[in-house]
């Protein structure tokens, strides 16, 4: 049995229930008294023992006043919990929950609990993955644990452009074993423009790549011209994306089986470049907000690994259906501009 999770029924059992949801979710063992228990009695059965017994790790939930008058009759069994974890010198993790503070006369057969290392939490902070990840650092370490562990931790956080491109390069990601590039972008000159080797190497080894960017001629690139692509004049930002669209073509016209091209006049929030690698593991998301006049550095990115699977999924299918509704680029079914 991976962990016990003792609590006072009264103000603690909220809790409890919350952290043995997140330990069922994760596969990992525990007993909680409402799971493992069809007919509890209110005593310190023999199964209470066996389960403090067998767990590693003993998760003591103290919430409200569960500490005052523990040596009452109403406390029996919380009290004798505790003690029977200290006996065994099981590895005790106790958090204290809304506000919980220990009492300043605190009964001798349960005081040395205050000398283990304690999760404070919040009402708030207990609903969110922190407190998880907090919790698991201080279990017994197995298998599920550290699986449980990763995946909260897998959260992709906000970072500037910069900071992406100096530890995750464009190059670097594409000079692997890659099976597919999908971009979407008002104008995608970091592929067209920035990449034209990989861009040879990927096609001529039957990579597919799939382009949607904006029509040059649409209401939301004449808008992006003016206020959302900085740097340089306007009759140079103009350019931008008419000439991405002449090397989407140039590209389309030298390698018509590998690369695909589509327009769309929809404005986009951000740009979405997406590495599909051979080994599932190592396929990125690169997702680039857009925002009005800012210097490049300062645009904000997330970079997303496939272990990151909710992320992943998310920016995968939003790309998938800008694609779906935007037009086939002359040469692509038979349509022409």
Not at 246 to 252: G, V
Not at 322 to 333: D, N, V, Y
Request: proline share 4%; charged share 25%; aromatic share 12%.
């Amino acid at each position: 049995m991976g962990a016990f999770i003792s609590y006072q029924q009264k103000t603690g059992e909220i809790y409890a229930e919350r952290i043995y949801r997140f330990f069922a979710e994760n596969g990992i063992p525990c007993f909680w008294d409402k799971n493992n228990l069809y007919h509890y009695s209110g005593v310190f059965s023999e199964a209470l023992q066996r389960g403090i017994e067998e767990a590693e790790d003993f998760i003591l939930v103290l919430s409200g006043n569960c500490l005052e008058r523990i040596e009452g009759p109403e406390h029996t069994v919380f009290r004798q919990e505790i003690e029977r974890a200290l006996a065994l010198q099981k590895n005790i993790i106790p958090i204290l929950c809304g506000g919980f503070r220990f009492p300043g006369q605190l009964y001798e057969g349960v005081g040395p609990i205050q000398a283990y290392e304690a999760i404070e939490i919040t009402d708030t902070r207990y609903l969110s993955s922190s407190f998880f990840a907090d919790l698991l650092v201080k279990m017994t370490p197995t298998d599920e644990t550290e699986r449980a562990y990763r995946r909260l931790t897998a959260c992709t956080k906000l970072e500037s452009r910069e900071s992406v491109e100096d530890r995750y390069s464009l190059s670097e990601r594409l000079g692997g074993a890659v099976e597919e590039v999908a971009v979407c972008a008002m104008a995608c000159q970091a592929l067209l423009s920035h990449a034209r080797e990989h861009i040879d190497r990927l096609a001529e080894n039957g990579c597919r790549i799939r382009v949607v960017m904006n029509d040059p001629a649409s209401p939301a690139a004449q808008e992006a011209y003016q206020y959302k692509i900085a740097g340089g004049s306007l009759r140079h930002r103009g350019r931008i994306i008419p000439n991405t669209y002449d090397d989407l073509l140039d590209w389309m016209e030298r390698y018509p089986a590998q690369i695909e091209g589509r327009l769309t006049d929809l404005y986009l929030p951000c740009a979405i470049f997406l590495i599909r690698a051979k080994d599932p593991r190592e396929s990125t998301v690169k997702v680039d907000y857009y925002s009005f006049h800012c210097q490049d550095k300062a645009r904000r990115c997330v970079y997303i690994h496939a272990d990151d699977e909710e992320n992943f999924c998310f920016y995968q299918r939003q790309f998938e259906w800008i694609w779906e509704h935007a037009r086939p680029i002359a040469g692509e079914e038979g349509d022409s501009l």
